[in-house]
């Protein structure tokens, strides 16, 4: 009859049941004891036994087995049915698991394999599955059935005008007037087969490629059309601002800059520009820093409020108002780096909208004036004028605050450049250097009287040089300047401010027996017999006050020099006085190299006709002596090539150009 057996409770008893089952069956009766096993029943397990359990384990498990039937004979004992060991059972269950995994493999691979051939089989030479063109799914199909396709779905939208957006802005552009035309032959073979990489083959059943369209367009015109869509999307970043018409505060809202980016564009149209949606342009923009916000803010803050009525400044003795429309002449306002507007005053715009300059006096340098002949020191004039960068500090706060909209003038001392005192000790006492030129025309006098009413008095301190055009500026018509006779291009002609270069020639004379250092001079192109050979000058300067030829000199002394002028109508002296240190000696050499004049043919309508005249090479040396020694300080000599005058005959325009010398060989003139 059926028994129960135990497992022992003890390591003895464990080791026992161990010793009793430890015979190890073969690779066949294994697999007999394992089909057995499956097909026996009931087993039943209560607790899972450890397979890696050795004999040193100290934790015991109790399992209870329910067996098969036991059978004996009468005169033996029943036996009990040898169980094998745990471990034995689980690697042969493993092995049972790799195969089916691996038969499970294979079969799928097959059934893969199956496929891709059915696959490759049926969709050779077809497009391949994933495919789009400009929207229209030709995946998967014939190339003769894609181009029917591509035909019915593409053709109505190759005539029609393709829409843009670029930016904020939304046009759109003819495909006649762009030069555009779709290749049917090249979009299909960019379309290309079925890849034969079945990962490719499998991915094209989950995705979409858009290949675009092969466009045939005429270049030069779709250029043209790109560069006008550039224009018409095209803009400046316009920031924030507010500014004024009149008294009236005009807000400027802020607008982002937009560029299109024309490369990056035509690549987009020629690829989908039959598509069935807008085109997205890409473009380039860039942010204005000032937001709305903050225009908005300056607006109500600081804009309104400011020209809202009139201010009152207060000056010293009188009062004037600075009205809303002066007011909004010197505001202005700024983009700061926090994106808001910053409000700036002008103060000279507050100055020009305000009547003050009776409470001003302008500072008066001291003056060296001859009377009876002598230098006389004219004394200095300290003088007040209004500070406007300060007066307009606290301007901005009373445009915008809630307090009286007044503000106080604030003054400093306007001092001379040179005081009386400092006049004084220039050691101004005595001539030092002195000349006189005369026999000029009267149109020239004009000018030679204007010029030296100009510089009569002029002081030049220790160390200063002094500049004719600079001294003088402009000599225009404006300033009271007339036409007279110039030598232009090497002959004579009339331009404003004629004869001025006998008044540089005096005054050149006169700083070389004052003993100045020549600073820079420029003799006349030909000889003048009025003045002194190899010790003259020129000067020239064009209307609009730039200096090209000029007379100049130091005072290298530590005394002052003050310049008089003395003009008659036939002539002009000029007196440097001042403190006398040196004495001057001029010695003028032979002439030599003389050369013959030519012929010059002219037609100007102003034309002057001359005889001719030699040219020749000639200098002068300058001896400086020590006025209290006699010794010898210096000795330089100058030398000048005087050019030839040229034999002038007048004629008629229509007249040959071409004889005599070549005309107009420079454009230089001396005054």
């Known amino acids: 009859m059926p028994q129960e057996s135990e497992w022992p409770e003890t390591d003895d008893d464990e080791t026992d049941g161990s010793s009793a089952s430890s015979t190890e069956p073969t690779a066949g009766d294994n697999d007999d004891a394992e089909g057995d096993a499956e097909s026996d029943e009931p087993t039943a397990v209560t607790d899972a036994v450890d397979p890696t359990a050795g004999e040193d384990s ?82 998967g199909m014939s190339p003769d059935d894609a181009r029917d396709v591509l035909h019915e779905e593409l053709e109505p939208r190759v005539t029609q005008p393709v829409e843009l957006v670029a930016g904020d802005v939304e046009t759109t552009i003819s495909p006649e007037k762009a030069g555009l035309a779709l290749d049917w032959d090249a979009t299909l073979e960019t379309a290309g087969e079925q890849s034969y990489n ?83 342009l890409p473009m380039s923009t860039e942010s204005a820093h000032v937001t709305r916000q903050a225009v908005s803010t300056a607006m109500d ?45 002008t103060s000279k715009k507050v100055a020009e909208g305000v009547e003050l300059e009776s409470t001003e006096k302008t500072g008066k340098s001291a003056e060296i004036v001859f009377q009876g002949g002598e230098p006389t020191v004219e004394p200095a004039e300290s003088g007040k004028q209004i500070n406007w960068k300060k007066t307009t500090e606290p301007l901005l706060e009373t445009l915008t605050g809630n307090g009286p909209r007044e503000i106080d003038a604030v003054y400093e001392k306007d001092e001379p450049d040179l005081t009386t005192q400092e006049a004084k000790d220039l050691g101004i006492n005595e001539v030092i250097g002195k000349f006189t030129t005369s026999d000029f025309a009267p149109d020239s006098g004009v000018n030679i009287k204007k010029v030296a009413q100009e510089v009569n008095g002029a002081i ?43 008044f540089a020639t005096t005054l050149y004379n006169a700083s070389y027996f004052a003993g100045m250092k020549d600073a820079g ?25 730039t200096s090209v030829i000029d007379v100049k000199f130091t005072n290298n002394y530590d005394t002052g020099v003050a310049i008089q002028t003395e003009w008659t109508p036939s002539s002009i002296t000029v007196k440097l006085w001042g403190t006398k240190h040196v004495e001057v000696e001029s010695v003028t050499g032979e002439r030599h190299d003389y050369t013959s ?23 002068d040396t300058r001896i400086i002596r020590d006025a209290d020694s006699n010794e010898v300080i210096s000795k330089d000599r100058n030398t000048v090539v005087y050019d030839s005058v040229p034999k002038v005959i007048c004629e008629d325009a229509d007249s040959d150009d071409d004889k005599g010398d070549n005309k107009n060989k420079d454009d230089s003139s001396d005054e």
């Open 597 to 619: 004049p030519g012929v010059r043919h002219v037609t100007d309508a102003q034309c002057i006709p001359t005889a001719g005249q030699q040219g020749f090479t000639s200098s």
């Open 58 to 139: 100290t934790n015991t498990t109790e399992t209870t087995t329910t067996l098969g039937a036991v059978t004996a004979s009468d005169d033996e004992q029943p036996t009990q049915t040898d169980l094998p060991a745990v471990g034995a059972e689980e690697a042969p269950r493993r092995r049972r698991g790799l195969r089916r995994s691996a038969i499970v493999a294979g079969v799928a691979v097959a059934a893969l394999a199956l496929l891709y051939g059915i696959d490759v089989l049926i969709n050779h030479g077809d497009v391949p599955r994933d495919v789009t063109v400009a929207g229209v799914d030709i995946g």
């Open 460 to 502: 030049v301190k220790p160390g200063e040089t002094f500049s004719l055009n600079g001294y003088t500026g402009q000599r225009t018509k404006a300033q009271g300047y007339v036409s007279a006779g110039i030598i232009q291009n090497g002959v004579p002609a009339e331009g404003v401010g004629g004869g001025i270069s006998q």
């Open 301 to 345: 803050k600081i804009a309104e409020p400011a020209v809202s009525g009139p201010v009152t400044v207060h000056g010293e003795g009188t009062d004037d108002s600075l009205e809303p429309k002066g007011i909004a002449g010197a505001l202005s306002f700024h983009p700061t780096d926090e994106g808001k507007l910053e409000p700036k005053i």
């Open 521 to 545: 001079h420029q003799e006349h192109s030909y000889y003048i017999d009025r003045y002194p050979e190899a010790r003259e000058a020129t000067v020239f300067m064009r209307p609009d006050g």
């Open 198 to 280: 079945p990962i490719t083959r499998l991915t094209s059943f989950f995705t979409t490629r858009e290949i675009g369209v092969v466009t045939s367009t005429e270049q030069d015109t779709l250029d043209d059309r790109i560069t006008e869509l550039a224009d018409e999307v095209n803009r400046d970043t316009v920031e924030g601002d507010i500014e004024f018409d009149g008294a009236e505060p005009v807000a400027i809202q802020p607008q982002h800059g937009q560029k299109l980016k024309t490369e990056a564009a035509t690549e987009l149209i020629l690829n989908q520009w039959v598509t069935d949606h807008p085109l997205q």
